[in-house]
């Protein structure tokens, strides 16, 4: 990777910082996040760069596409093994206005509170045991 970096010139726009215990404070250093696995069940660290205000860039890799949602608000998904289309979506988000990356982040992070909080997971367990529960009556 270090290779590529200085092959293409970019030593300037990429750091490659090691293990770190203190994600968030990684998150606030960055303008977006990628995750470009080619299968990820449900993609934690996804959740975790959205509800810090990031936009993402996901391989359509499962958990990620319920996670970011389809609509292109809170983050980008592209095609599994297409490296043109990655390059193209982390590219929009780097010449993305700093506003309208700032709005995705928002939009992003709101997504997170409002499907994947403690309360509505809890919420949702509970209506599985209920129509189960109403089902074997």
Known sequence: MKQLV???GIEDRVEFIGLSDDTAQLYRQVDGFVLSSAWEGYGLVV???MSSELPVVVTD???PREIVGSDGSSGLIVPIKDPLALANALISIEKMPAHEREKMGAIARTRIQEKF???EIVTQWENIYTELKNKNK
């Open 61 to 63: 890799s499962g958990g």
């Open 47 to 49: 959740a975790e760069a």
């Open 117 to 119: 909080s403690l309360n």
């Open 6 to 8: 200085k092959h293409y």
